[in-house]
């Protein structure tokens, strides 16, 4: 039974359980706040409940409830001072950390983020990498340690990006531009997907997120941008048709101003 009960736990080392940056980390900070905030509260009602019901109950006639109404300081005290005390920590507690995880808010570091563009088609994610000219669909790798700042529209319908471990979650829209700062503070391979749904392909549009050491990385792009394989005329084309790719594809360049001319396309009345 152990086991059946505990067969759907694995999911939670994809979540931000398992964070593995430093936006993440901030979120699962948040949640343990809140979580011992709410047992605070609903713990005592939950607990209380079935015990009153069970001592006053019909049939024990030794403890019936005969109250004596009076005026009571201490129990007004302990009726209004806690939750107006709880109001307060947690709206002081929220603006902190609202602030501090805005998703357009830049991570502190000392070195430079790596800008990257994502666009959202169905049902399938491009990353522009504008400054290195390359791309990937489905598919993005990052370097450990550096910020990471991503812009990002939509080539179709509104869709959202979210990659549990790293943190953050915003939304992509067809002519409209939206941003992301994230970072990965080790090594390994994550889950990102569109969580808005978008038609019949919407389960199928994740993304593995490979996170290398930084001379894994310049080992990486260097291949890609060696390789011959660009984003072409045809390419571009495939990517407004809804569909999958059968596996992730690299790019080794892409047109100057993609990005924008997407962003552009989607801004034109259609016919």
């Known amino acids: 039974m152990l ?31 809140v979580g011992a905030v709410l047992i605070f509260v609903a713990g005592p009602v939950l607990l209380l409940t079935p015990i009153i019901a069970w001592h006053y109950r019909l049939s024990n006639k030794h403890s ?33 950390y609202t602030q501090r995880l805005d ?10 983020a790596l800008e990257i563009q994502a666009v959202g088609f169905d049902w399938k994610w491009l990353f522009i990498y504008p400054d290195q000219h390359v791309a ?5 790798v990052i370097p450990v340690g550096r910020p990471v700042h991503i812009s990002l529209t939509s080539g179709t319908v509104m ?16 002519g409209m531009t939206t941003q992301l700062n994230l970072a990965a503070s080790e090594a390994g391979i994550f889950r990102g997907e569109n969580t808005q749904f978008n038609g019949e392909g919407f389960q199928n549009q994740k993304f593995d997120v490979t996170a290398f050491a930084a001379d894994d990385f310049e080992r990486w792009l260097a291949d890609v941008q060696a390789a011959s394989h660009p984003l072409d005329a045809s390419a571009y084309a495939e990517l407004f048709e809804k569909s999958t790719p059968p596996a992730p594809i690299d790019f080794s360049s892409v047109p100057e101003g993609l990005f924008q001319r997407i962003l552009k396309q989607s801004r034109e009345p259609r016919s």
């Not at 990937?136 to 993005?140: G, M, N, V």
């Open 3 to 33: 086991p059946l009960l505990l067969g759907g736990c694995g999911v939670l080392e994809r979540g931000v359980m398992n964070h593995a940056g430093p936006i993440a980390e901030s979120q699962w900070h948040l949640y343990l706040i």
């Open 64 to 96: 019936a409830f005969r109250p004596q109404w009076v005026f009571s300081w201490p129990l007004e005290g302990l009726i209004w001072i806690p939750p107006i005390a709880i109001v307060i920590g947690l709206s002081f507690v929220m603006w902190h």
């Open 103 to 112: 998703p357009y808010r830049p991570i502190a570091s000392n070195q430079p």
């Open 136 to 140: 990937l669909l489905d598919k993005l």
């Open 159 to 174: 869709q959202s990006l979210m990659i549990p471990r790293l943190g953050g979650q915003i939304y992509a829209m067809a």
